[in-house]
């Protein structure tokens, strides 16, 4: 199996296309990220802030497994997500920090990012954590709707933020239907 590339520079389908994130994606990301209602759910529901927001910014870049999300029809913004925490010892890896533009909200841009990601990382992990805010339910449903299972219960500690209470949803490989 080939090493797990966690920003290939290509990923996507006829929905959602994924590109490395970049530093010059900022304004264009922080254009949507503004929206307090993205972050409502959110266990850091200040991220809609400026300062807040740099700080998401800078995590996602440091990961170095984050992704700008356009729209592929029309080329617009429309999130972030990321790759983060391979363990290839594990043979797993996490996806997470995702946010979606509320005018894709209810579209079938979600599940079509998590289904490149997840077609992805199955090509070199067994399984795929995520993270989601024990109040965020929004999530959670998306989760399911995934066919991703609660497996445990922690505390997370963000990218330089404190620590909130998240449950940990697991896809594995032999049940990914894709």
């Known amino acids: 199996m080939k090493p797990f590339d966690l920003q290939p520079a290509h990923l996507g389908n006829e929905v959602v296309k994924l590109a490395p994130l970049r530093a010059d994606d900022f304004e264009r990301l922080y254009a949507i990220a503004a929206d307090p209602l993205l972050w409502e759910q959110h266990p850091n529901p200040d991220r809609y802030k400026r300062p807040d927001f740099e700080n998401y910014f800078e995590?996602?870049?440091?990961?170095?497994?984050?992704?700008?999300?356009?729209?592929?029809?029309?080329?617009?913004?429309?999130?972030?997500?990321?790759?983060?925490?391979?363990?290839?010892?594990?043979?797993?890896?996490?996806?997470?920090?995702?946010?979606?533009?509320?005018?894709?909200?209810?579209?079938?841009?979600?599940?079509?990012?998590?289904?490149?990601?997840?077609?992805?990382?199955?090509?070199?992990?067994?399984?795929?954590?995520?993270?989601?805010?024990?109040?965020?339910?929004?999530?959670?449903?998306?989760?399911?709707?995934?066919?991703?299972?609660?497996?445990?219960?922690?505390?997370?500690?963000?990218?330089?933020?404190?620590?909130?209470r998240n449950f940990l949803f697991e896809i594995r490989k032999v049940d990914w239907q894709g």
């Open 59 to 164: 995590g996602a870049m440091a990961s170095k497994g984050a992704f700008l999300v356009t729209d592929a029809v029309t080329g617009a913004v429309v999130g972030c997500s990321r790759y983060y925490d391979y363990g290839a010892d594990r043979s797993r890896v996490i996806i997470g920090y995702t946010f979606i533009a509320r005018s894709h909200w209810g579209t079938p841009t979600n599940r079509a990012l998590k289904k490149v990601m997840l077609d992805h990382a199955f090509a070199h992990v067994d399984q795929v954590h995520f993270q989601v805010g024990a109040l965020n339910i929004r999530s959670q449903k998306a989760m399911a709707k995934l066919g991703a299972t609660v497996i445990d219960e922690e505390i997370v500690a963000y990218y330089g933020e404190a620590p909130k």
